[in-house]
């Protein structure tokens, strides 16, 4: 099968890296700016998209625009395309699909939620067979590098996002990874497979931004560590889902995922807890995934047919969970408990929906983290 890599970034150069050394995929053309950085470049799409050898496009560019277009010409162009890009595919996965379907190739996004991580096939081979009561996770290396760091070194925030900064771990703006939209994105995504509806980015989406060495420290305290968690589940036509820090026991799997590393965990009936582990994210193991679905495509495996007719409202009614939020003054309202730590307090709230914990925090400056049901 030849092929085509939009962008040669460090994805994208993955890719290729990968490919060079399979008998059964070529890459003939590599989008790019900067032709001298390889010799198979063009910086012209059409070259691309009406060379009729090349079957299958890898869209490695990043962010919406050009990315949305250049996948949907290829598409249009009845050429198969692989994406790692959770952004574009969050916002317009169901114009993908449908323009796939409408020309008779595939669209395939499994590195877009978990890097090298196969848990997007794991949520459709599971789907197959039952539904999924729920799935939840830490989907951003990034954001748990800083965490595990701040737990291990008791260092501040800002140091350590610097840090990951210097490593290449995080972006010069790493909004996208510690404000939650990288996991956003994913959870949408994710949902999709696991529930058959295209959900909407209109669920709480909590920063982690303002966790401090001191909260790190009182949580250490209490045998508790911070990780941040994308998670959603369903009840008939409604979903609920929330991006924000949760609290587990120290000796819990997810408290003990260390560095850059994801753990996703799916749940269903027959099954119970099945939990996925391993690189989020990197050069490698990214290229990795969609060599993967190239390879599917080519060999025309299908681990469940993808839709996402199903329609879902939120709400943030369904479920009741235990919160801790701290302030830096005592909040009024019904709480298990308060505690004073230094210049902060933390409220132990009881069982409440978001709908309550949105009231409790109204317009106040709070660290919002959940208590873990393994802590029930």
């Given at each position: 099968m030849k092929i085509a890599?939009?962008?040669?970034?460090?994805?994208?150069?993955?890719?290729?890296?990968i490919a060079k050394n399979l008998k059964n995929i070529e890459v003939k053309k590599v989008l790019e700016k900067d032709l001298n950085k390889i010799n198979i470049a063009t910086d012209n799409y059409d070259e691309i998209i009406n060379d009729k050898e090349i079957e299958l496009v890898v869209e490695c560019m990043g962010g919406l625009h050009p990315a949305y277009e250049f996948i949907m010409q290829a598409l249009k162009s009845k050429k198969s395309v692989v994406s790692a890009n959770k952004a574009v595919i969050a916002k317009y996965l169901d114009e993908f699909l449908q323009a796939a379907k409408e020309n008779n190739v595939e669209f395939r996004f499994e590195a877009s939620v978990g890097g090298g991580i196969p848990c997007l096939a794991?949520?459709?081979?599971?789907?197959?067979?039952?539904?999924?009561?729920?799935?939840?996770?830490?989907?951003?290396?990034?954001?748990?590098?800083?965490?595990?760091?701040?737990?291990?070194?008791?260092?501040?925030?800002f140091t350590t996002l610097k840090t990951a900064q210097e490593l290449g771990y995080a972006e010069a703006d790493p909004s996208a990874d510690i404000d939650g939209y990288d996991v956003t994105n994913k959870v949408i995504i994710s949902s999709a497979l696991a529930y058959d509806g295209f959900i909407k980015n209109e669920f709480p989406c909590f920063t982690m931004r303002n966790i401090t060495k001191e909260d790190i420290l009182y949580f250490k305290k209490k045998g508790l560590i911070a990780k941040y968690i994308g998670e959603a589940t369903t009840v008939g036509?409604?979903?609920?889902?929330?991006?924000?820090?949760?609290?587990?026991?120290?000796?819990?799997?997810?408290?003990?995922?260390?560095?850059?590393?994801?753990?996703?965990?799916v749940q269903s009936h027959t099954m119970g807890e099945v939990k996925f582990y391993g690189q989020g994210a990197g050069k490698l193991?990214?290229?990795?995934?969609?060599?993967?679905?190239?390879l599917d495509i080519q060999a025309n495996?299908?681990?469940?047919?993808?839709?996402?007719?199903?329609?879902?409202?939120?709400?943030?009614?369904?479920?009741?969970?235990?919160?801790?939020?701290?302030?830096?003054?005592?909040l009024k309202g019904e709480f298990d408990k308060i505690e004073k730590d230094g210049n902060n307090f933390y409220h132990y709230t009881k069982e409440i929906t978001q709908v309550d914990l949105l009231k409790v925090i109204e317009g106040k400056d709070c660290l919002v983290t959940k208590l873990s049901e393994v802590l029930v």
């Open positions: 890599i939009l962008g040669f970034g460090t994805v994208g150069s993955g890719v290729y890296e794991g949520i459709q081979k599971i789907r197959r067979v039952e539904n999924i009561d729920k799935f939840y996770g830490i989907f951003n290396g990034t954001s748990n590098f800083i965490l595990d760091n701040m737990y291990r070194f008791e260092n501040e925030f036509d409604e979903y609920e889902a929330s991006v924000m820090l949760n609290l587990f026991p120290t000796n819990a799997l997810e408290g003990n995922v260390l560095s850059n590393y994801n753990i996703v965990t193991p990214t290229a990795n995934a969609i060599i993967q679905d190239i495996i299908s681990f469940n047919p993808i839709s996402i007719e199903k329609k879902y409202s939120y709400s943030a009614k369904l479920f009741k969970h235990r919160y801790v939020v701290r302030s830096n003054e005592e």
